[in-house]
């Protein structure tokens, strides 16, 4: 399974973006699928997940600020990140898991300044 993000960018302090990933196959059933981020000279750290289900999981850093919501029928997961602030500058990587193995997304940049 292939995972491809977008929709990373250069936004502005207290901006917006939203995330999405799409992975290479929509024929199956991905029970849990969710972002991280990994900002330089920084460890991998998760910000949110979402299975089949619907509930959600966030990290206590975005609380409040990004939302992750998932389509089922395509597979696909988005991340809408609100109030944005500097240190959110990071690669993000979708995350997908799948008969218990986990596949990554290549990362979509995302920086925060003025």
């Known amino acids: 399974v292939q995972l491809q993000a977008s929709g990373g960018g250069l936004v502005q302090p207290g901006g917006s973006l939203r995330l999405s990933c799409a992975p290479s196959r929509s024929d199956i059933s991905i029970n849990v699928m969710g972002w991280y981020r990994q900002a330089p000279g920084k460890q991998r750290e998760f910000l949110a997940r979402i299975n089949f289900g619907g509930n959600t999981d966030y990290a206590d850093s975005v609380k409040g600020r990004f939302t992750i919501s998932r389509d089922n029928a395509k597979n696909t997961v988005d991340l809408q990140m609100n109030s944005l602030k500097p240190e959110d500058t990071a690669v993000y990587y979708c995350?997908?898991?799948?008969?218990?193995?986990?596949?990554w997304g290549q990362g979509t940049l995302v920086t925060v300044s003025s």
């Open positions: 995350n997908a898991v799948f008969r218990l193995v986990d596949y």
